[in-house]
């Protein structure tokens, strides 16, 4: 019942891993070909292709781990999709109801772990509810501000010589859970009049644009007012990023321009974003002198860090094409000479700064270089699969992303590890597209094991390993507030990566100096069937800037080693 | 300040875990809680007081919402409410305290519920700082021995309801 109903939800792929708990659901899975299983190598790479299928394509994952230990290293995956709200369905095996609460062999409360990070989760007590209840997890998981949902199933609920009538619901409706499919018109009403008297306005976007199918409406909306658009790391391709009003990232390494405009601003108008520590720095400190209009799903996520002049619940996409309607049907229009003058201002800005860093200080390769690299060898058309620490500040940084859907990356709960799954899973549903893992030699040690998945399945992703030999985000808060004290920060003994991949059966490429870059590049990419893995040499001691002053305001930022604003 | 939230939610397994785990989660204080069916058996009644600021208590009842559960959330001091609670105390009663407990416990009309030669048990309804007054009104010199509070329960005054 449980694979009938994921054929019958559409499901094309899972991933998994099997395991005692799990084993009647196999044995159905080997008799079916609609549903296809992706034998992972580790529970936690399953979850984190599961979320990057959601990632892309804007539709739940399906993971499917045993009891036990294979829920539990499904967690981290569990974690990260809840919170960057990305839609998915973990199943978990467990173990035979009567035995639930005995220690039994691989028992664990997975309902009672998982708890704190998934949008909900559910236990099953009858094998005839499974259609209903994975109908159920589907349409929480992917409705509203999506998350990942967990349905555990004990061992007898399976039992294949237990017959049980089969129906799958076409829809479902839950009386205690009720999605917004709209916002307030009398507040997109009142936003709208204060967007066309704005003199300083920005467009702050986040992750709700790109997951909630918003960045056209966006687009719109921001070129109908001329109005400068900013991105918060899970929004990037939300908006265009080789647009002129694109002002780049906002945040703790966000751009100058976009700090600096943020700060200036009499007017913000944000969508899908939440108001992240990582964005405002110290909130009492945060746009003193703007009013702030916030869109969001989720009325929790609305005046939970900085208070909000004017709320609007409701999906990202209906409340912009609201607001571009009467914009559109407006007599008013916005103040041209004061917009043009702001973009006079942010222009200043833009070229006092734009994302400059140094090339000539040193011999070695900058992680910038590799970035912008890719960016051109791909055309900015790939899909970049990120780990987590400098390489993904200069990913999000250097790479130019026209197109939502293709900037997937940790980036609420920091995991690393997640960008090599998570280019797995893309380049599965997407055979024909450029693909790539940007990640670290730190990250890349964390799911490594993969490569041998990779090699099974024929997924031929590109893995560009930018190597500093150290954890460079941890080694550049050492070197900014721990006097250089590299406390655990660097790696003895890393392998070579080359004959490593080798062994897997794939190919790879050692990169030390920027001459050969663009080259091995366009051969890694030339090579459409291999997964190739680029080692690639990057200067260790390269820090990530803009860097926000710790409690300071948005505009407080150190632009280099030397320099701070 | 204090607030007290009723909750009506699915009487579900592991229903009230979510409640009880997202106050942990969020760092949000409980001062009691309490929760049983209501007439419609397949949903319960809880009801939370906690003290917060503004902010905090309506991120709670926002978090709350968000429970899949959940089915509906009020704060029932934003209006007019009653708010009960239940004590069972019971006291050591010898010699002249015997009188003498009986006498504070007319005066806060509350009854006697179990007596040995030793000991009376008290039972108290009424707000949480009735409840409170009765054990201060009790003295040093009293025999506390047990004491079980229900935590509170609440209702809005006037035709307001809360259900589905």
Same mark, same amino acid.
């Given at each position: 019942m449980v694979v009938r109903a994921l054929r019958d939800e559409g499901v094309k792929y899972i991933y998994g891993y099997p395991g005692g708990a799990l084993l009647h659901v196999y044995d159905a899975l080997f008799q079916q070909e609609d549903v296809q299983h992706i034998l992972v190598r580790h529970e936690q790479a399953a979850t984190h292709m599961a979320d990057a299928y959601a990632r892309a394509t804007g539709k739940a994952g399906v993971a499917l781990v045993t009891s036990g230990p294979g829920a539990t290293n499904a967690i981290t995956g569990i974690a990260t999709a809840f919170t960057d709200s990305i839609p998915m369905v973990v199943i978990t095996g467990q173990v035979m109801s009567h035995l639930i609460g005995e220690d039994a062999f691989q028992e664990t409360d997975m309902l009672g772990i998982s708890r704190p990070v998934v949008k909900h989760n559910f236990s099953i007590q009858r094998p005839e509810d499974i259609p209903a209840t994975i109908k159920k997890a589907f349409y929480i998981a992917q409705s509203g501000r999506p998350g990942p949902v967990v349905v555990d199933i004990p061992?007898?609920?399976?039992? &294949?010589t237990d017959r049980f009538p089969y129906e799958y619901p076409k829809s479902v409706k839950l009386r205690s859970y009720n999605p917004i499919s709209r916002g307030h018109s009398g507040q997109i009403r009142k936003a709208v009049d204060m967007l066309l008297q704005a003199r300083r306005p920005v467009i702050y976007t986040g992750g709700g644009i790109v997951i909630g199918g918003a960045s056209d409406e966006l687009t719109e909306l921001a070129r109908l007012l001329n109005f400068p658009v900013t991105n918060t790391l899970m929004g990037l391709g939300g908006y265009p990023g080789t647009d002129r009003q694109f002002l780049g990232m906002l945040g703790m390494h966000g751009s100058y321009e976009a700090n600096m405009a943020m700060h200036h601003a009499d007017l913000i108008l944000a969508v899908g974003a939440r108001f992240d520590d990582r964005v405002t720095n110290a909130c009492d400190k945060f746009c003193p002198t703007a009013r702030i209009i916030h869109v969001d799903i989720d009325p929790a996520s609305i005046s939970k860090t900085i208070r909000a002049d004017v709320p609007i619940v409701g999906p990202s996409k209906v409340v912009l094409e609201e607001m571009v309607g009467l914009v559109k049907e407006s007599v008013k229009k916005p103040d041209a000479q004061a917009t043009d003058s702001w973009w006079k201002q942010i222009d200043e800005w833009r070229g006092r700064h734009g994302g400059h860093y140094r090339t000539d200080d040193s011999e070695l390769m900058k992680p910038q270089q590799v970035i912008e690299m890719l960016s051109k060898v791909t055309n900015g058309d790939a899909y970049v699969c990120s780990d987590v620490g400098q390489h993904q500040m200069f990913a999000a940084q250097y790479y130019k992303f026209n197109? &939502?859907?293709?900037w997937i990356n940790? #980036? #609420?709960? #920091?995991?690393?590890?997640? #960008?090599f799954p998570a280019a797995m899973g893309v380049k599965l549903n997407f055979p024909d597209a450029d693909v790539a893992c940007v990640t670290g030699e730190g990250s890349i040690q964390m799911n490594i094991q993969e490569l041998s998945t990779c090699k099974q399945y024929d997924l031929p992703v590109k893995i560009l390993c930018l190597n500093n030999q150290s954890l460079g985000m941890v080694r550049q808060w050492q070197d900014m507030n721990y006097e250089s004290r590299h406390s655990q920060s660097y790696m003895k003994s890393l392998p070579d990566f080359v004959k490593l991949v080798e062994a897997y059966g794939h190919v790879g490429i050692k990169v030390d100096k920027y001459s050969d870059l663009e080259a091995a590049m366009r051969e890694a990419f030339a090579l459409k069937d291999r997964l190739v893995f680029m080692d690639i040499a990057v200067d260790p001691f390269e820090h990530v800037y803009p860097m926000q002053v710790p409690r300071g305001s948005m505009r407080d930022m150190w632009l280099s080693k030397t320099e701070r604003t | 300040m204090r607030h007290i939230i009723s909750v009506l939610m699915?009487?579900?397994?592991?229903a009230l875990s979510r409640v009880v785990g997202l106050f942990s989660q969020r760092n949000y204080n409980i001062e009691s809680l309490n929760v049983a069916p209501t007439e419609d058996a397949t949903l319960s009644r809880l009801t939370v007081t906690t003290i917060g600021n503004d902010r905090v208590v309506e991120q709670i009842t926002k978090q709350l919402n968000k429970l899949i559960d959940v089915v509906k959330v009020v704060d029932l001091t934003e209006g007019d409410h009653i708010e009960r609670e239940l004590m069972m105390i019971k006291l050591k009663a010898n010699g002249q305290m015997r009188a003498e407990i009986k006498r504070t416990c007319d005066i806060f009309r509350g009854q006697i519920i179990d007596v040995t030669p030793n000991t009376y048990t008290v039972q108290l309804i009424g707000a949480s700082d009735k409840l409170d007054a009765f054990i201060a009104s009790l003295g040093n010199t009293a025999g506390i021995m047990e004491v079980v509070r229900s935590g509170v329960s609440g209702i809005a005054r006037g035709e307001k309801v809360l259900s589905i």
């Open positions: 061992k007898d609920m399976t039992t &294949p197109k &939502p859907n293709r940790s #980036g #609420g709960l #920091g995991t690393m590890g997640f #960008g | 699915e009487n579900e397994p592991g």
